[in-house]
């Protein structure tokens, strides 16, 4: 039997993307900004991310976050990335997820941004957390690929608040929020490298975002996306 004309110039890739998509719409799922492009990570894109880690995400004297990841050689950071990843694949559910993107700037990818909820369709709050590779530091990339996934919570999946935290002297996220419109939301205290040190919790209200929006976004492959996130459509 012949093939249908012109699938066979499909490249196998492709094809396999469809097929995947078919049943995991959020493989499709990409969110844009004027310099960035935010989608969830191929094999490839993971392999490039777990090389990023390697390199370097932070300056060693300082440790930014509660689970101390970074603390290892470059092999098994790039391993933990790697892990990372495959476990929120796999635990994904409806009441539980966490959508991880890959960010790029000009193709090239530069670092990851995060958001995920519990109960959001009861709740309607969400959670987010990035990192970028250190050698792009200091560009404002930060602020536009969290704004980016703030389109994505307020206008798109109906989110009323979202949260965030940063320890005291993590003073780069802090400016961040503050672009951003967070406010202060109380304090926690965790234990890192065997000493006590204070997280400053910021919220986002509906409000605030309102507010404080300021960056163009354009949000793609959604759709089909939304029963995932506990969103009726």
């Not at 995991?24 to 094999?43: D, I, S, Y």
């Not at 470059?74 to 796999?90: G, K, S, T």
């Not at 959670?127 to 792009?136: E, F, K, M």
């Amino acid at each position: 039997m012949a093939k249908p004309r012109g699938l066979e110039q499909r490249p196998a890739a492709m094809m396999a993307g469809m097929s995947l998509m078919k049943y995991w719409p959020v493989a499709g799922l990409q969110v844009r900004t004027p310099r960035l492009e935010l989608r969830m990570p191929g094999l490839e894109d993971l392999g490039a991310l777990a090389g990023l880690a390697a390199e370097g995400v932070h300056d060693p004297a300082v440790q930014p976050f509660t689970a101390e990841w970074t603390d290892a050689e470059p092999d098994e950071r790039a391993q933990r990335v790697l892990r990372w990843h495959w476990r929120c694949w796999a635990d994904w559910q409806v009441n539980d997820w966490e959508l991880n993107l890959v960010v790029l700037r000009d193709g090239e990818l530069v670092g990851t941004q995060s958001i995920g909820a519990k109960d959001f369709a009861v709740c309607g709050e969400v959670g987010t957390g990035s990192w970028l590779g250190r050698r792009h530091h200091g560009q404002g990339i930060g602020t536009e690929m969290r704004a980016a996934v703030l389109e994505l919570a307020f206008a798109h999946l109906g989110a009323e608040s979202a949260v965030s935290g940063a320890f005291e002297d993590n003073l780069g996220s802090h400016g961040v929020s503050r672009k951003l419109g967070y406010e202060p939301d109380g304090l926690a205290v965790h234990a890192v490298r065997g000493k006590p040190a204070v997280i400053r919790r910021l919220r986002l209200t509906r409000e605030g975002w309102e507010t404080h929006r300021r960056v163009p976004v354009e949000v793609t492959g959604l759709e089909k996306c939304l029963p995932l996130f506990g969103v009726q459509t």
